[in-house]
């Protein structure tokens, strides 16, 4: 089976260009998958429902599930991206 490819990517975001609309409440559309993939530096991703929080870096991207409301938090000097998928992006 193929691995998928997204099918939208973000810019690459800094710590000072990251969207507000990405530092409060928001959420993937319904049949959307997104990850978030962190280049350099760390993100707090935190999830509201249920509640969880995780670090992410270089070495550790995070799967969001359709409509599944969260936000990031720079840990200070940063880079990342969000690559969106029309199915589960697997491993």
């Not at 990850?35 to 995070?62: N, Q, W, Y």
């Amino acid at each position: 089976m193929a691995i998928p490819l997204p099918y939208r990517s973000t810019p690459v975001f800094d710590q000072d260009s990251l969207p507000a609309a990405l530092r409060s409440n928001h959420a993937t559309k319904a049949k959307v998958w997104g990850v978030i993939r962190v280049i350099e530096g760390r993100l707090k991703l935190t999830c509201l429902d249920p509640f969880s929080e995780r670090m992410l870096d270089p070495d550790h991207a995070a799967v969001l599930q359709p409509r599944q409301v969260h936000f990031v938090t720079p840990e200070g000097a940063m880079k990342m991206r969000i690559d969106f998928y029309d199915q589960p992006p697997g491993g």
